[in-house]
C-alpha cells in the first residue's frame, strides 16, 4: 500500500516562461514556481511534509521535531504546517556560536510567530544532529515524530516523484510548449531529498532523462552517496524497483560559503529581478540558477525548479546593497 499523504500544498503550481530570462540563460528555461506552492509555508519542502505530517499523524504524534540553519525554509514551513495540523514544533537550529541570534528575522521570525519552541545548536553539535532529536524525542512526555534535515528521506521524496507527475499532466496541457520532455531537471541540492524524489519522478513520468543537481553545500560526492540511498529508502516505500534519470551533482557554484554568494552570483541575481521581476534567493535558487547560466554547454530546454527561498532573502540583504 502507498503511504498516506496530506493535502497541503496549492497544487499545481504554474510553469512560467520569460524570454528575458532565456536570453539571461542562454537556453529555454520553464521555471516550476514551487515558490507558490502555498503563502508562508511555500517551498520545495511543503510536498515532502505531505507525506511525513501524514505519517506524524498516523502515529498520533503531539510534537514534531526537526533542525536546519537558523535561517532553515524547512524548519519554517514545519513550524507552520504542525500548527496547522494542531501540533507542537520544536526545532534544533544551528547558529555560528550555539546561541540565539541578535536578530528574530526572515524564517527565524516565521517560527517565533508560530510559537515554535527554538534550541539553538553549534555546528558540531549539529554534526550529530539526528542523534539530538531522538534524545529530545526521548526526553518529551508527548508523543513525537522526528523528521530528518530538510525532509530528506525516502519518505519525504515521495513529495517530488509526484511533483513529477504533476508536471507531466503540464506538458500533455501543452504548458511548456508541448508533450515532449525536457532535456534536464535543474535544481538546487541542500539535502539530496528533492534530488532523489525527481530522478525517480522525471523517469517514471517521462518529464526528463537528467537531474542536475546543483549543490549549495557539501560536494558532489557527498550528495551523490546521499542521494542513492534516499532513492533506495524511496522504492522501499513505492514497494517497487523504479526506473531512475540519470543524475548529475555539480558543486562549481556553490559559492563562497553556504548561504554566502558570491558578488556575481548577487549580481546575477539583481540582473534577472530586474529583467522578469522572478526573485530568486542568495542560499539556494539564486546559486542555481546561476549555475545552469555558467553551465557549457547546455541543455536545450530546461525545467528549472524553483524551490522557494524567499524568507531568507528578506532575513539579509547584506549582498546586496551595494548593487541596488
Ligand atoms: C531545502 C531547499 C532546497 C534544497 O532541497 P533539498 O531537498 O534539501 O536538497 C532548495 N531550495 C530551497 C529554497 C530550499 O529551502
Not at 521535531?65 to 524547512?74: D, F, M, P, Y
Not at 550528495?223 to 526506473?243: K, N, T, V, Y
Request: net charge neutral; hydrophobic share 45%; proline share 6%.
Amino acid at each position: 500500500m502507498l503511504p498516506t499523504k496530506l493535502t497541503l500544498a496549492h497544487l499545481p503550481t504554474p510553469l512560467f516562461h520569460h524570454a528575458e530570462l532565456d536570453r539571461l540563460i542562454g537556453t529555454e528555461v520553464w521555471v516550476k514556481r514551487d515558490d507558490m506552492s502555498a503563502g508562508p509555508e511555500a517551498g520545495n519542502k511543503i510536498r515532502k511534509l505531505e507525506y511525513l505530517l501524514a505519517a506524524a499523524q498516523t502515529q498520533h504524534a503531539r510534537v514534531v521535531i526537526t533542525c536546519g540553519g537558523v535561517q532553515s525554509n524547512h524548519a519554517r514551513a514545519t513550524a507552520l504546517l504542525a500548527r496547522r495540523l494542531g501540533m507542537r514544533p520544536l526545532l534544533l537550529l544551528r547558529t555560528l556560536d550555539g546561541r540565539a541570534p541578535q536578530t528574530t528575522n526572515g524564517n527565524l521570525f516565521l517560527d517565533a510567530l508560530a510559537g515554535a519552541e527554538m534550541r539553538f545548536i553549534t555546528p558540531a553539535q549539529y554534526q550529530d544532529r539526528d542523534q539530538l532529536m531522538q534524545q529530545a524525542a526521548l526526553a518529551l512526555s508527548q508523543s513525537s515524530y522526528v523528521i530528518p534535515e530538510g525532509g530528506s528521506n525516502g519518505l519525504g521524496a515521495l513529495g517530488y516523484v509526484d511533483a513529477m507527475a504533476e508536471v507531466r499532466v503540464q506538458l500533455d496541457r501543452g504548458q511548456a510548449g508541448g508533450p515532449a520532455p525536457f532535456d534536464a531537471v535543474v535544481h538546487a541540492c541542500g539535502s539530496g531529498g528533492t534530488a532523489a524524489g525527481v530522478c525517480i519522478g522525471a523517469a517514471l513520468h517521462n518529464v526528463a532523462p537528467v537531474t542536475i543537481a546543483m549543490a549549495v553545500c557539501d560536494d558532489s560526492a557527498y550528495f551523490e552517496i546521499r542521494i542513492r540511498h534516499i532513492m533506495d529508502e524511496a522504492m522501499l516505500e513505492l514497494g517497487a524497483s523504479q526506473p531512475r534519470a540519470g543524475l548529475r551533482v555539480l558543486d562549481r557554484w556553490k559559492g563562497p560559503a553556504y548561504a554566502v554568494p558570491s558578488e556575481e552570483q548577487a549580481r546575477f541575481i539583481v540582473a534577472v529581478a530586474r529583467a522578469t521581476g522572478l526573485i530568486f534567493d542568495p542560499v539556494y535558487t539564486g546559486k542555481a540558477l546561476f549555475g545552469l547560466s555558467q553551465l557549457d554547454p547546455k541543455p536545450k530546454r530546461v525545467l528549472f525548479l524553483h524551490t522557494g527561498g524567499l524568507p531568507g532573502l528578506l532575513a539579509d540583504p547584506g549582498p546586496f546593497v551595494e548593487l541596488l
